[in-house]
């Protein structure tokens, strides 16, 4: 049964869906994440404010900003960084792009993936100037204006998520898994989504998702 | 997370000239492990060079057959490859059986080969150890010592060589590809690891600055038939307990040759000769591979944790064997 979003405190934190207000259903807030694209124009104005917020401080003589140019689900971003700021930090701390999540920050648990020229990578161990002139797509980049990508939509048939916060990983990573084809049965399709962990379990329906999505006719 | 500089190269010999000069210098590929240690404080360079942009990204066949890959190819796309699916199966399986897909996407061969050990106390930042401060002990070796090695061990180091690509590239008689200021050299891949002496922190004959461009693969008929196995904590996305790598050459009822390499037990990708040597012109029966394990870990030395990895290593040989022979 629907919940009130009320209910999931942190919700607006994991989900990036700041806009989430009382009486909105837990399954239309989800819903809202996966699309994304609609809070995403506001969310990055409110990125200038956060920069630097969660950024240790510079060490002495540390080499200071350097401009790169990120191609981020079809728009340009030009962004003054340190080389340190990660793919990911950049999306999240820079750009005020939620959507892609931080797990471990460490590439053990696949929360960050998103898709570099197509591929899927964790963009918490590559560096963002290691990326001007790359196609970068996050899942705020996967829908259609307002008609879900498949993938988007089997998840949220199958019900393929507890809390959510994997889920931008998982979705990017099926997404991918689906173009590589080397997944037919259920088992390689647990294989081929390995890098993605899931603390709540919900593996069972992640499966379920990714399988009608893998079907040719979606 | 220290700050460093970044710099993408355009070609090895700039690559090399960029190594030089102040501050310390470390080479970024996929960055996956790179990236991983400056984070924790294991490593903190003060310069990046990016090497992925030097044109050494292919897999080219070899005029007299085999097979050169680039540095910077993909774990992913060297998996795939469809000669080394065919020719040399088990470094398919090898590179398929570690990390994840996003991982694999990122990661280079280059890198691969020198990715640091997994061991908890090298990479908490903080621990007593040899590998990461020379002279300031090991942590391990009184500590919880459970995914640590039994073989190739000293009393400064216990840590394991985590590859699985590199353990399969080890039976495949890999050649790797070094350029460096004063020229290029070519060195087996099972000498460039080398065995833990005084300071554990030198794991290879890597000199500094030097470049890693590419690794060769001999071809040799009977590496087609090879095989990976590995065992492990869990399915998928965990690195080995023990694995092994195996090439047989089988004629006339008889192991005429053999490649066999251990991974996840020693402290480089092992190449097995003592298990080779006991297991050429053999019968391959359950018993000779048995006889062929027993011959490896009997100098095996075991540590308060990791004992049962000796057993473990032993089954996970004679699986790798016994399905290795059964191949069609
Ligand atoms: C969660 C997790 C799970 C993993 N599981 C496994 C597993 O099960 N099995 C397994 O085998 N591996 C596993 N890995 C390790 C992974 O395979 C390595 O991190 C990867 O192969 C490193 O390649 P890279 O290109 O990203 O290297 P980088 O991180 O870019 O570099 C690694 C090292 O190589 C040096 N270097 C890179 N290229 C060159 C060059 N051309 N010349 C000289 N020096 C160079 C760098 O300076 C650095 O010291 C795992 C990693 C993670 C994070
Ligand atoms: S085993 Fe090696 S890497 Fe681990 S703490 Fe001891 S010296 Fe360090
Ligand atoms: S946040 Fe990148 S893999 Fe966990
Ligand atoms: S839905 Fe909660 S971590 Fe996957």
Sequence with gaps: MDEPADSLASASFFTGARDVAAGISRREAIARTLKAGAGLSVLSQVGGLLRGATEPPPSPSAPGPVTVTLNINGDAHTLAIEPRVTLLDALREHLGMYGTKKGCDHGQCGACTVLVNGERVNSCLTLAVMHPGDDITTIEGLADGDALHPVQAAFIKHDAFQCGYCTPGQICSAVALIKEGHAKTDAEIREQMAGNICRCGAYQHIVAAVREAMQPTG | ?328
């Design chain 2, 1 to 328: 997370m220290n700050n460093f500089s970044y710099i993408l190269a355009a070609q090895p010999d700039e690559a090399l000239r960029d190594w030089t000069g102040p501050g310390r210098p470390a080479y970024l590929a996929g960055g996956t492990n790179l990236i991983d240690h400056i984070k924790l404080g294991v490593d903190q360079p003060q310069r990046l060079i990016d090497v992925r942009n030097l044109g050494l990204d292919q897999i080219e066949a070899l005029p007299g057959g085999g097979l050169r890959i680039g540095a910077t190819v993909s774990n992913t796309a060297l998996a795939y490859d469809e000669r080394v699916l065919k020719d040399y199966p088990v470094l398919s399986q090898a590179i398929l059986s570690g990390a994840s897909p996003q991982l694999r996407n990122a990661a280079t061969t280059a890198g691969n080969l020198l990715q640091r050990t997994r061991c908890s106390y090298f990479r908490d930042g903080l621990s007593p150890c040899n590998k990461r401060q020379t002279g300031s002990g090991c942590a391990a070796l009184g500590g919880f010592n459970r995914t640590h090695a039994v073989l190739g061990t000293s009393e400064r180091c216990i840590a394991t060589h985590p590859s699985d690509m590199d353990v399969a590239m080890i039976t495949l008689d890999a050649v790797v590809r070094l350029r460096g200021v004063s020229g290029e050299r070519t060195v087996p891949l099972q000498d460039f690891y080398v065995a833990y002496g005084e300071d554990p922190a030198k794991e290879n004959v890597l000199k500094p600055g030097e470049l890693i461009t590419a690794v060769d693969l001999p071809a040799t008929e009977w590496f087609a038939r090879s095989y990976y196995f590995k065992a492990r904590d869990r399915a998928s996305y965990e690195f080995a307990l023990a694995s092994a790598a195996v090439a047989l050459d089988l004629r006339e009822g008889l192991v005429r040759d053999c490649r066999i390499a251990l991974g996840g037990v020693a402290t480089k990708p092992w190449r097995a000769h003592a298990a080779e040597n006991a297991l050429k012109g053999t019968r391959p029966t359950e018993q000779a591979f048995r006889a062929a394990a027993n011959a490896e870990l009997s100098s095996a030395v075991p540590r308060a944790h990791n004992g049962f990895k000796i057993e473990l290593c032993r089954g996970t040989l004679m699986q790798a064997l016994q399905t290795t022979a059964a191949l069609a």
